[in-house]
């Protein structure tokens, strides 16, 4: 019987060796679990304060862009109205000038209206007669 008491004694000790051993590598690899999730969480956090971060100082700069970009069409408008305006008036000016310029000299006008229907005549003709491979 002693040969036997001594080899449940290795036996249970043998267990109970290997048993912590089990419980030392499970404690270990539930620490690293626990590291590596504090870690990823940390590292998580630091990407979303990154991302609040950008938000805030590029959402001041793009609503400034936009404003800007606003601003220029508004004047673009605003300075095709004017020109608009400006280039009507100056053509109702020509008009009552030429107007002017036939009451006041009749004959003068007749004149100068023949001798331009006749050149662009001539060169309607002569731009008729050219050779188109030239």
């Not at 936009?66 to 220029?72: F, G, K, N, S, Y």
């Not at 400006?86 to 107007?99: D, G, K, N, W």
């Amino acid at each position: 019987m002693n040969t036997e008491s001594k080899t449940n004694t290795n036996t249970n000790g043998d267990n109970t060796m290997h048993r912590n051993l089990s419980d030392d590598v499970l404690q270990s690899a539930e620490e690293a679990v626990k590291a590596t999730h504090d870690k990823a969480d940390k590292l998580l956090n630091a990407a979303q304060d990154g991302v609040h971060h950008l938000r805030t100082e590029t959402s001041p700069a793009i609503q400034d862009l936009a404003t800007r970009a606003q601003d220029l069409a508004s004047r673009s408008i605003d300075y095709c109205a004017h020109a608009s305006d400006r280039a009507r008036r100056q053509l109702h000016e020509v008009s009552e000038a030429t107007t002017r310029y036939v009451a006041q000299q009749p004959a003068k006008s007749m004149a100068i209206a023949v001798a331009s229907g006749a050149a662009i005549g001539a060169l309607a003709l002569w731009l008729s007669r050219r050779p188109y491979g030239r």
